[in-house]
């Protein structure tokens, strides 16, 4: 059974950092692109990072400097640590993998930047 768990959110003040965890099980992990995704209230679902099996690394645009996706295949693990966070990155962030037409969403886990 394919299962995404994410761990790591919670409150942070502007300017602070934050780090989020996907434990993964049920599939072979080293094989399948690993994102994240973050939905904000009344927005849609956007990519925020990626990580392919091979290590190949994409982020959108508003998060590039300041975050940072990793993996740990030996952990079946997705990192992304997030830095010099805003108010506009509080959003419920979701653990994703793929492989072909095969995809896996986690339950998120919700990021809030406020003073």
């Known amino acids: 059974q394919v299962q995404l768990v994410e761990s790591g959110g919670g409150l942070v003040q502007p300017g602070g950092s934050l780090g989020l965890s996907c434990a993964a099980s049920?599939?072979?992990?080293?094989?399948?692109?690993m994102s994240w995704y973050r939905q904000a209230p009344g927005k849609e679902r956007e990519l925020v990072a990626s990580?392919?099996?091979?290590?190949?690394?994409n982020y959108a645009d508003s998060v590039k400097g300041r975050f940072t996706i990793s993996r740990d295949n030996a952990k079946n693990t997705v990192y992304l640590q997030m830095n010099s966070l805003k108010h506009e990155d509080t959003a419920v962030y979701y653990c994703?993998?793929?492989?072909?037409?095969?995809?896996?969403w986690g339950q998120g886990t919700q990021v809030t930047v406020s003073s």
């Open positions: 049920g599939f072979t992990f080293s094989n399948y692109v």
């Open positions: 990580i392919s099996a091979g290590g190949r690394i």
């Open positions: 994703n993998a793929v492989r072909f037409a095969i995809t896996a």
